[in-house]
């Protein structure tokens, strides 16, 4: 069942993956056309399309290709309210259940490892789950992630309820001395991490992450570059398939030497690293990275650094409050080519505003997971005809070629890249 729910394709062999994938994104770019046609753009190409697509890039990795895996902790198929997993079933049918991810195709062993040294962790402790807040207990979800250099990190959240300081204390030394010295040590963890969270989800800001054991980070490297990874970055889950997806996305940007990247980076709460543009540094005369999280500028300018680049700059704060100023009184004579890849809520739509009328942005990579939600209603946007009432005065982009990449095998989820020019 957990299988199925997760992974819904993975019984198919993988080139037949390939092919549900691209009819879905098919199906996407058919309704894309319908919609600016009903704007009174003349949208269609062959096939009903509102522009050429390639076929599906396969995956570098078809299994075990997760870098990073979240495991909650619920009741298990036999009742134990310490199993570490995923969940099968939903809320509202009262019937969620928590099942070890073993028979998972796209979660590595060494996550699955992780997670099971986890359970057994928690099955010692003599203090209880938290599964619901209201309820008490402590024990909450873990979060595993691995690079290809080898490196481990385990990032463990607690509620900490009534306890005091040495309370917490003395549960935090049992969770070292277990991946330290205990049975949690056939983990061979780069990093442990413990964070206490009374909400749902928390950022280093609100509840710092606090290093119980090892480095504070842990390295991947992409395209020959090395980049720090910190308990919240974002990264694309598919190192290889990110690789991929990098080299496609500096193809389409169509950059010569005296052009300018401008890597957006639209606050889905986690830090996007700016891997894109650094990846694409020493194809373009400057990248420019605009970022939410200040945590994530600082990796991002260490990542520069790092690896020898300085044809970089990086402001921070919200898109839809940085972007309208640092174009409105745009100047610069080089060619300045977008890219975007937002959450699946989309661009803000000052973003969008702001995109549009620049003229200087010939080019523009829009990238999204979910093509048929909130990124439909930016694409309209973006190759509307020009709408004063709504601030869209600059002449629209088309939509000129699609690529998706299989980030996700066995699921039914890819990557569309989507090249805008005007």
């Not at 056309?33 to 390639?54: F, M, N, T, V, Y």
């Not at 873990?142 to 005091?164: D, N």
Request: with cysteine; glycine share 8%; proline share 7%.
């Amino acid at each position: 069942r957990l299988a199925n729910a997760v992974t819904p394709l993975w019984r198919l062999p993988y080139q037949e993956q390939l092919q549900v994938k691209y009819e879905s994104q098919r199906k996407i770019l058919q309704t894309l056309a319908s919609r600016l046609e009903e704007l009174g753009i003349d949208a269609q190409k062959p096939g009903g399309l509102c522009c050429p697509l390639q076929p599906v890039v396969p995956s570098p990795v078809i299994n075990g290709y997760r870098n990073k895996s979240t495991f909650s902790v619920n009741r298990g198929p036999d009742g134990n309210l310490k199993t570490v997993g995923l969940y099968v079933g939903t809320g509202r049918a009262r019937n969620i259940v928590c099942v070890k991810a073993n028979y998972m195709e796209n979660i590595p062993p060494k996550h699955k490892q992780v997670a099971q040294c986890y359970e057994e962790f928690i099955r010692r402790s003599p203090l209880d789950p938290c599964i619901l807040f209201h309820e008490g207990g402590h024990w909450r979800e873990l979060v595993v992630r691995t690079t290809s250099c080898g490196h481990t990190m385990a990032i463990v959240t607690f509620h900490p309820q009534e306890l005091g300081q040495e309370a917490l204390a003395t549960q935090k030394a049992l969770l070292k001395e277990f991946f330290v010295c205990g049975p949690g040590t056939v983990c061979a963890l780069t990093s442990l991490y413990f964070q206490e969270s009374t909400m749902t989800r928390c950022s280093h800001e609100q509840s710092p992450f606090q290093l119980l054991h090892g480095e504070p980070h842990i390295f991947e490297e992409v395209l020959g570059l090395k980049f720090r990874i910190s308990p919240d970055a974002f990264f694309q889950v598919n190192t290889g398939g990110a690789e991929v997806l990098y080299q496609a996305v500096g193809e389409l940007s169509q950059a010569g030497g005296d052009t300018v990247l401008l890597d957006i980076c639209c606050g889905t709460g986690e830090q996007w690293l700016c891997t894109i543009g650094l990846s694409l540094a020493h194809q373009m005369s400057k990248i420019i990275g605009i970022e939410v999280v200040e945590k994530a500028i600082e990796d991002a300018r260490w990542n520069a650094a790092f690896n020898g680049i300085s044809n970089c700059e990086f402001h921070s704060g919200k898109a839809e409050a940085m972007l309208p100023q640092l174009l409105s009184s745009w100047e610069d004579a080089r060619p300045l080519v977008a890219v975007v890849n937002p959450s699946r809520a989309g661009l803000h739509y000052r973003v969008v505003q702001a995109i549009r009328n620049c003229k200087s942005i010939r080019r523009l990579l829009y990238i999204s997971c979910k093509p048929e939600g909130e990124a439909m209603r930016n694409l309209l946007e973006l190759c509307c005809p020009p709408d004063p009432g709504k601030k869209l005065a600059g002449e629209p982009f088309a939509p000129t070629l699609a690529i998706p990449f299989d980030m996700f095998p066995h699921t039914v989820h890819c990557e569309l890249v989507l090249l805008l020019t005007r």
